[in-house]
């Protein structure tokens, strides 16, 4: 891991490369054009020290006079000069055309002057080019030590242009090699117009990661007024460094926090940050009486092991729930009624693989008396998952599911704590050997022990009592695919054939109920098992053709691993942490041979649905007084399309056919398209609120009727330099705010954002609003990134 904070004083290494070629290691070239006509007089000159030119004078004072394509070659280096002097065999003066040149760095100026002895010297009207990518200018560059060199009337940007679009002047500055560097009167400009300045500045010039002060952040928020923030970076040798940032609210106060990233090896890295304020102005639904404590904490971290083992950590707690909104920008947090924590260990092998984890939520339970937080956590869950496998030489296959978990349970009207243990079997065996009909009976048994039951049933909440309970549930299922029909067309004028295949598909599936279901704690999809005693029908069919293979991605190498927590270091296995998965398709080629290719799925097109014997699934309310006249015991009618004409296109369809109604009640289009120059996402969904019920019991959700468009789409203009960017929603029947009983916005979220990047520079300019109920928001956001530099400017504004 290499950061390093940005350097709008690179000068600063650039001036350590303007003390000549003197004393700077690098590979030596031979001098271009200049060479064959002249004189080379060594035995006049210091050791090491070769010229080229096309007029040699020794006068009888001692001093050797070059003119005429002078070239000066030394320890590696060179330069050029119109006429070089060298007095009692260590002052050199030069002037007229003086280039420096050593690897890529190349400076020119009208004089030079240097004295080998001391090592000190200086370019006058310097100009050029210096590693990485930096133009420099200044009146006078001199080296004024072993390690120290000083500048006058500097100037340094990256960009190309006459008039550059930006760059740094400097009136003086003195720097340190792998030290620091003071200088006076910072300007910034941008063409010719000064924008911004400073009287004078300390900046670490060094090759490797250093201390040092980032550039400010500015915002402002409607609730916690301007904002400044600041960051000190802190290498912690070559694979940490620390990030501490200040944060003032003029109406908050003082807010601190950091973040903390580390790469242990090459299997792994983490990040640990977390923030800290004492907040003036949080209102009562944070706390009593300003002010109040507010913070937030994560850790992350990913780690592949030797023996096998991988772990992911991802740990988040905040103090509150209107954190997010108050003090975070991204809109998946600012949104979520919910805070997780996730710590596991997974090791997969060929046939089984184990999981441990410790997992929390912690989430906000919406009440009409006021909000309170339900607090669920496994401490922690070890599971044991058994892939297919053909039991021996019979014609069984075998895969099961089993877990032992400690769960607690905690909040309003919740209140658990106990053990479960879970075993779920499942054989199978295939009945069809033909390629065109598939047959697979299954049978199920899923056994699962509770150390506590639901002490109120029924009452609406938890109560956990220790009073054991068993629950053994069987089933078994059925699943007929075929007889399948496939058939190869020819396409016309084109060298390559579709295979187009049509599958029917009949299903069974049976589940006994549980007589004491209400005793069973609800935590998660092993607890929610229901009676079943379903038939499902459909058929579908699939387009496939054969295109040039998509090239893989190399694989990672093994990199360096560690042991934990336990395994055998003088074997280890070959480590792969991120495997490399082919892409999948039709077994038998179609097509012409032209190299390399796979059969891709471009459309399909299917139609299912399900018939419950036991009970009423979809019902009808004709008269809308919420209780179904009619019923039935089918679900409706589902069609599901897909078609993927290029890896740049794709689009989805799904309507559902309503058995009563005997009309298509809801319709969702979404798809997406890309080129160089233009991509586009959209969704139309059109749902119908018939809500019934069935004694008492909602069978339909109860909702009104609703049609919702979403769309993402973006220009990448000016040969790429400049990209726009639109987002955002539109719902026809937005609701009201329960609060307020006002009608929401039917335009609940607008981004707009522009970019544009230049060789040197990028300028980001975005809005974007945001109208949820739990989540109301305005914010501005404009930034300027200089190249070699980083972000310069990160201007917000924040208004709820």
């Given at each position: ?323 997010f909104s108050d003090f975070e920008r991204d809109i998946r947090l600012v949104s979520s009624p919910s805070v997780q924590a996730r710590l596991e260990f997974t090791r997969n092998g060929a046939w089984t693989s184990v999981n441990i984890r410790d997992f929390r939520r912690e989430q906000i339970v919406f009440s009409v008396g006021g909000n309170d937080t339900l607090v669920q956590q496994t401490l922690p869950e070890v599971e044991l998952r058994g892939r ?413």
């Open positions: 891991m290499t950061i390093r904070p940005a350097l709008p004083t690179r000068l600063v290494l650039l001036a350590l490369v303007l003390c000549l070629p003197v004393g700077v290691a690098s590979s030596a070239a031979e001098p271009d054009g200049s060479s064959t006509g002249g004189d080379r007089a060594a035995s006049s000159l210091p050791g090491g020290i070769e010229v080229w030119a096309d007029q040699f004078q020794e006068t009888e004072t001692g001093e050797v006079v070059l003119e005429g394509s002078v070239t000066v070659a030394w320890r590696g280096s060179k330069f050029q000069a119109d006429r070089v002097v060298l007095r009692e065999q260590r002052f050199i003066e030069a002037e007229g055309n003086v280039l420096a040149v050593w690897g890529v760095n190349r400076i020119s100026g009208s004089r030079m002057t240097y004295d080998l002895e001391l090592d000190q010297g200086a370019i006058e009207d310097a100009m050029g080019f210096v590693e990485p990518e930096f133009f420099v200018t200044a009146g006078k560059v001199e080296k004024i030590g072993e390690d120290r060199v000083k500048l006058e009337s500097a100037n340094v940007t990256t960009c190309t242009q006459p008039v550059p679009y930006w760059s740094f002047s400097v009136s003086t500055a003195k720097i340190k090699a792998e030290g620091y560097a003071r200088m006076w009167n910072v300007r910034l400009k941008a063409g010719k117009v000064p924008v911004f300045y400073l009287p004078f500045m300390l900046w670490p010039v060094k090759q490797d990661r250093s201390v040092g002060l980032l550039l400010p952040d500015f915002g402002s928020t409607e609730e916690r007024g301007n904002v400044i923030s600041q960051a000190l970076f802190i290498p912690i040798g070559d694979s940490a460094d620390v990030t501490v940032v200040g944060e003032y609210y003029t109406k908050a106060g003082f807010g601190a926090g950091g973040d903390l990233r580390f790469v242990p090896n090459r299997s792994g890295a983490g990040i640990l940050s977390g923030f800290y304020i004492n907040d003036k102005v949080a209102g009562p639904a944070v706390c009593d009486q300003p002010p109040c404590s507010r913070w937030r904490a994560s850790y992350k971290q990913t780690q592949q092991f030797l023996n096998g083992f991988r772990m992911v950590a991802d740990i988040n707690q905040i103090s509150d729930f209107n954190y297919n496998r053909q039991l021996g030489k019979s014609p069984f296959y075998m895969s099961y599911l089993s877990s032992l978990a400690a769960i607690q349970q905690f909040g309003p009207n919740v209140d658990a704590d106990y053990y479960r243990v879970d075993l779920f079997p499942t054989v199978s065996v295939p009945l069809s050997q033909l390629p065109w009909l598939e047959v697979n009976p299954t049978f199920a048994y899923r056994l699962t022990a509770y150390s506590q039951t639901d002490g109120d049933p029924g009452l609406g909440g938890v109560t956990g009592v220790n009073d054991p309970l068993v629950r053994g549930v069987g089933g078994a299922s059925i699943d007929i695919v075929g007889p399948k029909i496939s058939r190869v067309y020819d396409r016309e004028g084109k060298n390559t054939k579709v295979k187009n295949l049509i599958e029917p598909r009949v299903a069974y599936a049976f589940r006994e109920g549980f007589d004491e279901s209400d005793r069973v704690i609800r935590y998660d999809e092993v607890d929610l098992i229901a009676p079943e005693n379903l038939l499902t029908y459909g058929i579908r069919s699939v387009w496939f053709v054969k295109r040039p293979r998509a090239e893989a991605p190399a694989p990672l190498g093994s990199g360096e691993a560690i042991m934990w927590p336990s395994g055998d270091a003088s074997s280890p296995a070959e480590l792969e942490p991120f495997p490399v998965l082919e892409p999948q398709g039709l077994p038998e080629p179609l097509g012409a041979d032209s190299g390399p290719a796979e059969s891709l799925e471009i459309a399909s097109l299917e139609l299912v649905q399900r018939r419950s014997m036991d009970n009423i699934i979809t019902c009808a309310d004709r008269d809308g007084d919420g209780v179904g006249e009619k019923t039935s015991n089918s679900s409706p009618v589902t069609l599901t399309g897909r078609y993927n004409p290029n890896r740049s296109m794709s689009f989805d369809l799904r309507a559902d056919w309503h058995p009563i109604y005997r009309h298509v009640q809801n319709v969702s289009l979404s798809g997406s398209a890309r080129n160089r120059m233009f991509r586009a996402g959209f969704s139309v969904v059109h749902t119908e609120g018939k809500a019934c019920s069935i004694g008492g019991q909602f069978v339909s959700v109860d909702r009104a009727d609703d049609t919702q468009l979403a769309l993402d789409t973006g220009l990448v203009l000016l040969g790429g330099k400049l990209r726009l960017d639109l987002a955002g929603s539109f719902t026809a029947n937005p609701g009201k705010d329960p609060t307020t009983n006002t009608t929401l916005s039917k335009f609940p979220q607008k981004r707009y954002r522009a970019e544009y990047y230049t060789q040197c520079c990028g300028f980001l300019a975005e809005y974007f609003e945001r109208d949820y109920t739990t989540a109301r928001r305005q914010e501005f956001r404009f930034t300027i990134d200089l190249r070699g530099i980083g972000k310069f400017l990160d201007v917000h504004h924040g208004q709820e």
